[in-house]
């Protein structure tokens, strides 16, 4: 039955469709990825580990999970400027090195304070990654092939989440120190495959030749990019602030959601199958859906995306006590999450400009960090002082609000780009600024 399915010339076309015509450095970081989320324990288990395990309360572990957010969120700045400065590679490397390394170390330390400390370190190191990982990727495929690189990238951290979930339970039967250990080896593993099988991909500033005296130089030069250059760019900056408002709405499926259905009497259970559904769905419609996506509006696949995740997680608010309605919230989100990941992704890369592509891929990671930050905060407002059902209703409020916003952005944008052709065509004659009076 295997042998017939692969040896059917449409099944095989659609295989060379989806996977076909990528580089093979992308390869090689696709399956470094991969082996890391196959081996990404201990973020999954921590808040059980603190709790169960070490005997500390919830608040503790909720103030080390804001720790390790906040390490993110710093890392995912400084990650983005190194990425830039000495290149896509090292900075990657290091940023596994140090996750492996603190990785150990966190599952040997004894005390508030310095499992604090420490799991700060791991989310420092861990999300710094993610701009060094999204710029190699930028860098290395081309405009039109970026979303599926991104889609596919993003396949395979589904795909080992949901089997890493699936068997850290039965691994900490062994001891929780064993899940410390796995997980620093598979992302060690991961930073030996990035330094062996990846070049460095950053491109290399634009030469200007030194003018002789009195002469003007042989090009314009490069422009320089900082930080400052990144949050003064508005267009992104508003692509960056709608990701935000998704973001936090995407963070209550692994917080309040879990909170609202135990207190609707779902079984721990029930939950563990309900909250399972995202990681199949992703895994099952990534490609498909992919491959729908292609050559469709932009602008709208995000106001689709933010609609069908805000107005998803409203649908909690009918679930009541059926785990069955709960399914279908999730189920109904994780198809706006599939259709949203990959073309914000292409979008930010293509907004990036190239010599600042770790800057931008740093900003954009920031608008998740803060969105890990905040979310499960004001998420657990809103559920203690408002109740569930204005909670879930807020969450589609804001997924309107999002796709407005990508409206707005996706009329400028065209607007803009049809008077660029306009003025390229001649049949609009560039105005001069106006000069100022005498």
């Avoid at 990982?133 to 795909?159: G, Q």
């Avoid at 203690?384 to 909670?391: E, F, K, N, R, S």
């Amino acid at each position: 039955m295997l042998v017939a399915l692969v040896a059917n010339p449409r099944v095989r076309r659609l295989v060379r469709e989806t996977v076909g015509g990528l580089p093979r450095a992308f390869w090689w970081l696709w399956v470094s990825t991969l082996v890391n989320k196959l081996g990404a324990f201990v973020v999954t288990f921590l808040a059980l580990y603190l709790t169960a395990e070490r005997g500390y309360s919830a608040s503790y572990a909720g103030l080390v999970a804001a720790l390790f957010g906040l390490g993110s969120a710093i890392a995912a700045l400084g990650a983005g400027v190194l990425a830039d400065r000495i290149g896509r590679r090292p900075t990657l490397v290091a940023a596994q090195l140090g996750t492996a390394l603190f990785t150990v170390v966190l599952g040997f330390t004894d005390g508030q304070v310095a499992i604090a400390v420490v799991a700060f370190l791991v989310g420092l190191c861990n999300n710094a990654t993610r701009p060094p990982t999204s710029a190699i990727i930028a860098d290395l495929v081309p405009a039109e092939d970026r979303v599926r690189a991104y889609s596919l990238n993003y396949w395979a951290i589904n795909i080992g989440f949901g089997l890493s979930a699936a068997v850290a339970g039965l691994i900490a039967t062994h001891g929780y120190l064993t899940l410390f250990v796995l997980d620093a080896l598979t992302t060690l593993i991961c930073a030996v495959v990035i330094f062996i099988r990846i070049p460095e991909t950053r491109p290399e500033p634009v030469a200007v030749a030194v003018p002789v005296t009195g002469a003007e130089p042989d090009g314009p030069a490069e422009p320089k990019v900082s930080l400052l250059t990144v949050f003064r760019d508005a267009p992104f900056m508003a692509v960056v602030g709608l990701n935000l408002l998704l973001a936090l709405i995407y963070q209550q499926g692994s917080t309040t959601l879990a909170v609202d259905m135990g207190a609707s009497g779902i079984t721990t259970t029930e939950y563990g199958l309900v909250i399972g559904l995202n990681g199949l769905l992703i895994v099952v419609l990534q490609i498909p859906l992919t491959r729908w996506m292609e050559g469709r509006s932009r602008t709208a696949l995000l106001i689709a995306s933010c609609l069908v995740t805000g107005w998803g997680f409203g649908l909690a608010a009918l679930a009541g006590s059926s785990a069955w309605l709960f399914a279908l919230s999730v189920a109904v989100w994780t198809v706006g999450e599939v259709l949203n990941a990959p073309t914000m992704m292409g979008l930010v890369a293509e907004l990036a400009p190239t010599q600042a592509r770790g800057r931008y891929q740093g900003v954009y990671s920031l608008s998740w960090s803060l969105a890990a930050f905040i979310g499960p905060a004001a998420g657990g407002l809103v559920l203690d002082h408002a109740g569930p059902g204005t909670l879930w209703l807020v969450c589609g409020v804001c997924g309107t609000v999002a796709a407005l916003g990508h409206v707005v952005l996706g009329r400028r944008t065209k607007a803009a780009a049809a008077a660029a052709a306009a003025v390229r065509s001649g049949s609009v004659t560039e105005v001069e600024p106006a000069k100022a009076p005498a």
